[in-house]
């Protein structure tokens, strides 16, 4: 019995050393340093390390032409020289504590936009986002949904032809009505193919032929311009993925057009009510850009003309996702005609994400002229990149419904990597 209360004894004071020295100061400033540390050629981190033993030692291994350390004043700090990777250990008399990997990356620099875009996708084949019946001399029915389409589907063949907008459907419907054979329908549900048959039915009002589904084959919309590079004319927008308004699915392209747009009024937001950019598409509407892409990222393409200036003409560097931190930054968006503007935000928290996420950021709209115009972030700001530091950092992509001051954004990290825009500075088609 003394035995097991002396072993118990013994297992909470050995708990509590351990907790207390992994709560002490100098363990503190031991776990800040990170065991993996990517950063672009110039960049500079700096840990407190004061409380470190003074014996401290750095080396760095493999590669000491990649890293420039310096210890100095209570403080550890590193600078990027050029691209490569190497090894930085921290030891204590002599002997390694923490091993930490080091990639450097080249510097890479795109031009911020803010500038409000229009945007025009053509669907792969046709959309079904609803149901309608037909009256004929037997009842209504709709032969699409008993034929087991669902509100979604993308119908992108008919008997073995390709069908890439509305009026490619009237043929077959057609035809299929006068000799009664069924129409043999491919369709794309939820990224798999599937068939099915399906016979349409006579109008008994107007004698016309209908299959009883509401299709569409195109999406309109206003948006904002995140970034592009001026040598490749890749750019990136919106933030977030494009889904159809009535079945709320992502629209899966065929193709597309940006073109530039004005901002004609701004509806305010208030809690429970989002507000709203109006705009208009500009006269003629110039096509300004290709659309290739529709991801949860945003959509992505090639500029085929220039865009208006904004406030920052020159490429500026961007920021990875464990670079940004809490604080104040600045948004370019517009909010009246095509001027692009800044205004004071502050990213109230971020995640140091690894992998590609949505929502690492969340953004606090701060300026006074702006909460007056808009009551913070209101849509059609979808897409406004956020500058922290002179870099780069992400670009907001949704208001909080209750708190319309606040809002998401997502990381231009991965914003980049969507757009076929390697880090190591390569490029590549986008996917």
């Known amino acids: ?124 084949g046709v959309l079904v986002v609803g149901y309608h019946l037909v009256e004929t001399d037997h009842g209504k029915q709709s ?27 009237s043929p077959f419907i057609e035809e299929a009505g006068k000799t009664g054979k069924p129409l043999h329908l491919q369709i794309l549900r939820d990224q798999h193919a599937m068939t099915a048959k399906l016979v349409p039915l006579k109008d008994k009002h107007d004698g016309v032929y209908r299959i009883g589904l509401y299709i569409r084959d195109s999406a309109a919309g206003i948006g904002t311009m995140t970034f592009y590079d001026p040598k490749s ?33 701004i509806e305010k937001g208030t809690s429970g009510n989002p507000g709203e950019k109006l705009a208009r598409f500009a006269d003629g509407e110039k096509v300004i850009g290709t659309i290739t892409v529709n991801s949860p990222f945003g959509i992505f393409g ?11 003409t020159k490429p500026i560097p961007v920021a990875l996702a464990s670079q940004v931190k809490e604080g104040p930054a600045k948004m370019l968006t517009v909010v009246e005609n095509d001027k692009v503007e800044q205004f004071d935000v502050e990213i109230v928290s971020t995640i140091p994400q690894k992998f590609p996420a949505t929502k690492g950021l969340v953004i606090r709209v701060t300026d006074p002229r702006l909460l007056k115009k808009t009551g913070g972030i209101v849509q059609g700001m979808s897409g406004s990149p956020i500058i922290q530091d002179g870099k780069l950092v992400g670009a907001v992509t949704h208001v909080f419904v209750n708190d319309p001051t606040s809002g998401y954004g997502v990381h231009i990290e991965w914003m980049l990597q969507q757009a076929g825009i390697d880090l190591y500075g390569n490029q590549k088609k986008a996917s």
């Open 1 to 124: 019995m003394k035995k097991e209360m002396a072993r118990t004894i013994a297992g909470v004071l050995l708990l509590g050393i351990i907790t207390a020295i992994g709560l002490s100061k100098p363990m503190k400033e031991y776990g800040q340093i990170p065991k993996q540390l990517v950063l672009f050629e110039g960049d500079a981190v700096k840990w407190n390390t004061a409380s470190l033993p003074a014996q401290a030692a750095v080396n760095v291994q493999n590669a000491p032409e990649t890293l420039e350390v310096e210890q100095k004043n209570g403080s550890l700090a590193v600078k990027a020289k050029r691209r490569g990777q190497g090894t930085m250990v921290l030891e204590v008399a002599g002997m390694p504590i923490k091993q930490v990997d080091v990639k450097v990356l080249p510097t890479l620099k795109v031009i911020p936009g803010g500038q409000s875009i229009g945007v025009k996708l053509n669907t792969v």
């Open 143 to 169: 032969p699409g949904e008993a034929a087991g389409i669902q509100v979604g589907d993308i119908i992108t063949g008919i008997n073995g032809q390709k069908i890439e907008n509305m009026s490619d459907l």
């Open 233 to 265: 004319k890749t750019y990136g927008a919106l933030g977030h993925v494009i889904s159809d308004m009535d079945t709320k699915k992502p629209i899966v392209v065929q193709n597309g057009q940006i073109m530039r747009s004005t901002v004609t009024s």
């Open 302 to 312: 090639k500029l085929t003309k220039p865009l208006p200036d904004g406030p920052i």
